[in-house]
């Protein structure tokens, strides 16, 4: 049985992943359970990796990674060198000696490598760097052969004829892309431009076969042409004359009539009109035969001479008019020039003439190309093989980074910057590293929201570019974070943005801040009553200084020098309403009055009372924040963007706060703690004022003051004065007489 590989596990985010950080762990990644893995497929963009290293990985080119695909990628990497150890390295520059020496396929990237080193000047030398590499290709690819199997005509500059034979095919059969970049010839399009002229030959030489009785083949064609660009024309005319001929009656409807002549009248007319060549090529008279000099529609009047002197002419003789059975004879001597002309080959070079055709063939071109074609195949190899040993090289460089970024996220939970994460958010005086690069916003927030976490959505610019990122705020309070607020992004570049929230999904950042979180939402809520009835007091006060204003407008002057009545000279208050006032204060203080009394005489139990009222005002939010921050996790806000994530990545709140940052003072620095534009606060003292007599007045009830006070000061001599005395006892009853 094959030995198993021992593995190493870390406990992260609430899940066991492996350490991968040797080459025999790369090597046996296949053997790993893929339910241990902390991902089973990522995006190819969107990430913070070489996506030139990910499009090799990505086999089917699809724009995802999936776990077989970087099994097999592991797997090819280890089988072409001697130790696994190497791939551990993160190195671009690949030691020749660590190649295999039994595998067909290692020996080759070998040969390729030493190549490479002569062809720079270095043979001898024992290693071979990425950028070498890709020099290569990029030098290769710009060589007229540089193995795509795609002729460029610029490459053939010293064969101008060739170069525009190219340039045709291409015009008319399309281009190949080659690995330049450029378009070309390939041999596809070679084959088929060939293949068509060598047709067009063919039917060329069959027309040499049959002239349909007329001197050269080119007067047969010209016929057979000028036939077909009046047969169905001439065949309506026949047809309508053998219709008039078996009815006398059909032949005023099958003849155009006079309101038909009445409508073209009023139009401007030119021998190309439609509506005139629509009408019949000559006038229809039962059993009548074809004019061809005089009496013809003018629309086909050209047609018409073209067909007398190429076709009637040199067959049937000089006639002015054809019958009918002169017509059919026409038809069948020239019968065969048709289905030839029918016959003509469907290609993309249209006409080609016969000459031209076989000078093609014969020019030997063809065979040209093709060598030259095959020329830059035989270089395919050698391209191939470079190809290979670039892959070896990022594999060797990216692909541990890759496993602990994908496999397991020790990158992430070790804070050294992983895969997903797009940068730093500075904004509201702390900065987020838990930012992701997001390619629709909207459709990215309705799976993120299950994550749990505090999230928002920001459009970042730079220099006419935009991109949207979302960041996790997983850490301080959030009271100052709303749509429209700016920051700065940092991406991994250290490039900065321009960002601003568009789109905040609102979730507990900690229990501390759940705990103030319904006393913060009384203050705004009574802030904003007491907002909306201030305003709605202004707005009344304002719309009756309106009215009186206008009042005192409209009032006449006579009635201004009119003595007031002596109701007038003074309101006087209404006893009632007073009297409601008053009860109503009365009412309100004895109320409190009497909750204060049964609060003080809870004495040592007031404590536990203020706990209570705490926990009945508090305790609800910091429940719910509790089994939020218990769910909180990173998976949803991956396989938003594209990753497959199979654990339960959670955001504890030691991760949280590492993710969140606030503003701290250095620890060195110097403060000067006087502000002179702090604010007063004198109702602070107030509070405080009340709260230091409230404590003295428990402290008083419960008697913890007797030990200082004097014995007239004590609770308990005073309760004694105030109480009232006992009732006194009863007389006796005085006793009867003797």
């Given at each position: 049985m094959q030995q198993q590989h021992e593995w190493q596990f870390f406990r992260a985010g609430g899940v066991d992943q492996v350490t991968i950080r040797t080459g025999a762990d790369i090597a046996n990644i296949g053997q790993l359970d893929q339910k241990l893995w902390v991902?089973?497929?990522?995006?190819?963009?969107?990430?913070?990796?070489?996506?030139?290293?990910?499009?090799?990985?990505?086999?089917?080119?699809?724009?995802?990674?999936?776990?077989?695909?970087?099994v097999q990628a592991c797997e090819w990497a280890v089988s072409m060198v001697q130790d696994p150890e190497v791939l551990t390295t993160g190195s671009d520059v690949l030691q020749l000696s660590s190649l295999r020496g039994d595998s067909d396929e290692a020996r080759a990237l070998l040969d390729e490598a030493r190549r490479i080193l002569a062809l720079q000047g270095r043979s001898g030398t024992d290693s071979v760097s990425l950028a070498e590499v890709q020099q290569r290709l990029t030098t290769l690819n710009s060589m007229p052969f540089n193995g795509d199997g795609i002729?460029?005509?610029?490459?053939?500059?010293?064969?101008?004829?060739?170069?525009?034979?190219?340039?045709?095919?291409?015009?008319?059969?399309?281009?190949?892309?080659?690995?330049?970049?450029?378009?070309?010839?390939?041999?596809?399009?070679?084959?088929?431009?060939?293949?068509?002229?060598q047709a067009i030959a063919d039917w060329h030489a069959r027309a040499q076969s049959n002239t349909c009785a007329l001197p050269t083949q080119e007067q047969a064609v010209a016929a057979a042409q000028a036939l077909n660009a009046v047969q169905a024309k001439v065949e309506d005319f026949f047809a309508r004359t053998r219709l008039a001929a078996f009815d006398a009656s059909a032949l005023v409807p099958l003849s155009p009539s006079v309101e038909g002549y009445a409508a073209l009248g009023k139009q401007l007319l030119s021998q190309e009109d439609a509506a005139i060549a629509a009408?019949?090529?000559?006038?229809?008279?039962?059993?009548?035969?074809?004019?061809?000099?005089?009496?013809?529609?003018?629309?086909?009047?050209?047609?018409?001479?073209?067909?007398?002197?190429t076709a009637v002419e040199p067959l049937l003789g000089p006639l002015d008019s054809l019958s009918a059975a002169q017509w059919a004879q026409l038809k069948a001597q020239l019968a065969p020039c048709q289905a030839w002309l029918a016959d003509h080959p469907a290609t993309p070079l249209g006409t080609v003439a016969q000459a031209e055709a076989q000078a093609l063939l014969d020019s030997g071109m063809q065979q040209q190309l093709q060598d030259f074609i095959q020329h830059d195949e035989d270089e395919k190899q050698h391209s191939v093989h470079a190809i290979a040993l670039e892959k070896l090289i990022r594999y060797q460089r990216d692909l541990l980074a890759l496993l602990n970024n994908f496999v397991a996220f020790s990158q992430f939970y070790n804070r050294q910057g992983a895969a997903f994460q797009a940068g730093t958010l500075f904004l509201d005086g702390r900065s987020c590293d838990l930012t992701v690069d997001v390619a629709n916003p909207a459709a990215h927030a309705t799976l993120a929201g299950m994550a749990k976490v505090f999230l928002a959505y920001c459009e970042c610019q730079r220099n006419g570019q935009k991109r949207h990122i979302v960041a996790a705020f997983t850490a301080g309070d959030v009271d100052f974070l709303f749509v429209g607020r700016n920051g700065i992004f940092y991406d991994r570049a250290g490039q900065d943005w321009d960002a601003t929230i568009t789109k905040l999904i609102e979730n507990p950042t900690s229990i501390g801040q759940a705990f103030f979180s319904p006393y913060k939402k009384f203050v705004r809520m009574v802030e904003e009553q007491v907002a909306k009835r201030a305003a709605a007091k202004d707005a009344s006060v304002t719309a009756s200084l309106d009215?009186?204003?206008?009042k005192l407008v409209d009032v006449s002057k006579s009635a201004a020098a009119a003595p007031a009545p002596a109701a007038a000279a003074g309101k006087k208050t209404d006893v009632g309403t007073v009297a409601a006032i008053g009860v109503a204060l009365g009412s309100i203080s004895t109320v409190l009055v009497g909750i204060f009394g049964k609060f003080v005489e809870l004495g040592p139990w007031i404590p536990v009372a203020l706990l209570g009222i705490i926990l009945a005002i508090s305790g609800p939010s910091m429940l719910i924040a509790w089994l939020?921050?218990?769910?909180?996790?990173?998976?949803?806000?991956?396989?938003?963007?594209?990753?497959?994530?199979?654990?339960?990545?959670?955001?504890?709140?030691?991760?949280?706060?590492?993710?969140?940052?606030?503003?701290?003072?250095?620890?060195?620095?110097?403060?000067?703690?006087?502000?002179?534009?702090?604010?007063?606060?004198?109702?602070?003292?107030?509070?405080?004022?009340?709260?230091?007599?409230?404590?003295?007045a428990l402290a008083w009830r419960c008697g913890w003051l007797d030990r200082v006070l004097p014995q007239p000061w004590q609770y308990n001599a005073v309760m004694a004065e105030v109480a009232p005395p006992p009732p006194a006892a009863p007389a006796p009853a005085p006793s009867p007489a003797p």
């Open positions: 991902a089973l497929a990522c995006p190819t963009r969107g990430i913070e990796f070489d996506s030139a290293t990910l499009d090799m990985i990505d086999l089917d080119a699809d724009g995802r990674i999936r776990a077989p695909e970087l002729l460029n005509p610029v490459t053939l500059a010293d064969h101008p004829a060739l170069a525009a034979l190219v340039e045709r095919i291409m015009a008319a059969y399309g281009s190949a892309q080659g690995c330049d970049g450029q378009p070309g010839l390939g041999r596809a399009q070679l084959d088929n431009f060939f293949t068509d002229v009408l019949p090529v000559a006038t229809v008279v039962a059993g009548g035969e074809l004019p061809l000099t005089q009496g013809i529609n003018p629309a086909w009047a050209e047609a018409m001479a073209t067909l007398r002197t009215a009186q204003a206008s939020k921050l218990r769910e909180r996790s990173l998976g949803p806000i991956l396989d938003a963007s594209g990753w497959a994530i199979n654990g339960r990545m959670k955001i504890n709140l030691q991760l949280g706060n590492s993710l969140s940052q606030a503003a701290k003072v250095p620890l060195s620095a110097k403060r000067i703690t006087h502000d002179p534009f702090a604010d007063k606060h004198t109702a602070r003292w107030v509070w405080g004022v009340v709260a230091v007599l409230m404590l003295a």
